[in-house]
T-cell receptor
């Protein structure tokens, strides 16, 4: 089944404790992206990747890191989480091009205390 | 500046009626794609419909259609014959960026409630 998977689905952590949210897709998509969703703001892009070893900042990259060492994986790293990073996070992937929709993972609900 | 505007934070519609969800966008790129996604209370993002900037006809997918008015930069979603299962958040999104489509932006969403 074609899908984007994320782990964990739920995470409660404390300020400053490094964490990684994994994302994997099995559709051989070049493009992958991370979003955070907050009430009233929709989805805001954190980082995106055009291919292996090619990443770029989205609209809200502060406090996040990403890496793309393999085509299928695109982990999101919070080196020192803070309470304002409490949010719902989505990973997505797609083919290149403006005509292609993104496929979304199930989301990760992160709470930073 | 907001690239995608959805002016209706919440909408109500009676079951079996049609409803229009508004979306306006801002871009200077002549090539772009417009998308609508549905997010039910379970949280997943479901792709509904796509409209390309060069498409001559409005997109349709089952009960969903897109009222695309390029000169006004609007891409409203029309849901015909609403069902209780249509109650959800709806997001309008735009993809631009030459041939790669690297920029993908979302609006703030509209929460639709379908009344029995």
């Amino acid at each position: 089944e074609a899908q984007v998977t994320q782990n964990p689905r739920y995470l409660i952590t404390v300020t400053g404790k490094k964490l990684t949210v994994t994302c994997s897709q099995n559709m051989n998509h070049e493009y992958m992206s991370w979003y955070r969703q907050d009430p009233g703001l929709g989805l805001r892009q954190i980082y995106y990747s055009m291919n292996v070893e090619v990443t770029d900042k989205g609209d809200v990259p502060e406090g996040y890191k990403v890496s793309r060492k393999e085509k299928r994986n695109f982990p999101l790293i919070l080196e020192s989480p803070s309470p304002n990073q409490t949010s719902l996070y989505f990973c997505a992937s797609s083919l290149f091009g403006r005509t292609n929709e993104q496929f979304f993972g199930p989301g990760t609900r992160l709470t930073v205390l | 500046a907001q690239k995608i505007t959805q002016t209706q934070p919440g909408m109500f519609v009676q079951e079996k009626e049609a409803v229009t969800l508004d979306c306006t966008y801002d871009t200077s790129d002549p090539s772009y794609g417009l998308f609508w996604y549905k997010q039910p209370s379970s949280g997943e993002m479901i792709f509904l419909i796509y409209q390309g900037s060069y498409d001559q006809q409005n997109a349709t997918e089952g009960r969903y259609s897109l009222n695309f008015q390029k000169a006004r930069k609007s891409a409203n979603l029309v849901i015909s014959a609403s069902q209780l299962g249509d109650s959800a958040m709806y997001f309008c999104a735009m993809r631009e960026g030459n041939n790669y489509g690297q920029n993908f932006v979302f609006g703030p969403g509209t929460r639709l409630s379908v009344l029995p």
